[in-house]
Structures are given as structure tokens and as C-alpha cells.
């Protein structure tokens, strides 16, 4: 799902979440996130929580097929918006992004526009 998805629908694990209960996030430029996903499944299947025609489990595998198809581009847009100049873009952090640990996107102004899309 998208950010702006989890956040609305009312049947999420991100929406149904505890105020103060610890969740997790993966991101689709993360390499690693397809493959925790896929380890995610195999546990939940293997502890009977699931099985394999199951909707949150569909779910999970559209999730995983799409990070690997997003990924280049969603890369290719952040290395964009690194070679901005002051003037275009201005970031809360001096921190450069990166693929690994970028700032939160939601930090910058480009223009009249906020956020990252």
C-alpha cells in the first residue's frame, strides 16, 4: 500500500495500530524489503497464521512485486532531488538523502508544493 492508503483506510495494520504500539516500515528503495516481506510470509503461513490464498497474504506479494518494480524509479527521484539547488529545494537537515537512511521527504518545500510526488 501507499502512505496516503494506509493512513485512510480503516482496515489497516498502520490504522488499527495502538497509539504507543512499535511498528516497523519498509521502504520500496530498500533492496532488503522485498526479501523481508517474502520472510514475513513464509513465518506467517509456517505459524498457521495464514495461508497461502489468504487476502493479506495476496496483499503482502503485490506489495513485494511492486517495491521491485518501483525501486529504480523511486531512486532515480531521490538522486534528482539531491542534485537540486538551494533555491529549488530546502531540507530541515543539512543531511544529504540517501537510499539507506534519508531525512523525512515530507520536510522540504518545492515551490508552492510540500512533499514528495
Not at 532515480?76 to 539547488?85: D, F, P, R, S
Request: hydrophobic content about 35%; glycine content about 6%; charged content about 40%.
Amino acid at each position: 500500500m501507499l502512505k496516503v492508503d494506509e493512513i485512510a483506510d480503516k482496515k489497516s495494520c498502520f490504522y488499527r495500530a495502538l497509539p504507543y504500539e512499535r511498528m516497523f516500515v519498509l521502504l520500496a528503495r530498500d533492496e532488503a524489503a522485498p526479501i523481508a516481506i517474502k520472510a514475513w510470509i513464509d513465518e506467517r503461513i509456517r505459524l498457521g497464521k495464514n495461508t497461502e490464498g489468504d487476502e493479506q497474504i495476496t496483499e503482502a506479494y503485490d506489495c513485494l512485486e511492486s517495491m521491485r518494480r518501483e525501486r529504480e524509479d523511486i531512486l532515480a527521484k531521490l538522486q534528482e532531488v539531491n542534485k537540486m539547488g538551494p533555491d529549488e529545494l530546502r531540507f530541515s537537515t543539512d543531511e544529504e538523502i540517501s537510499a539507506d537512511c534519508p531525512p523525512r521527504l515530507d520536510t522540504f518545500e518545492r515551490g508552492e508544493k510540500r512533499g514528495f510526488g
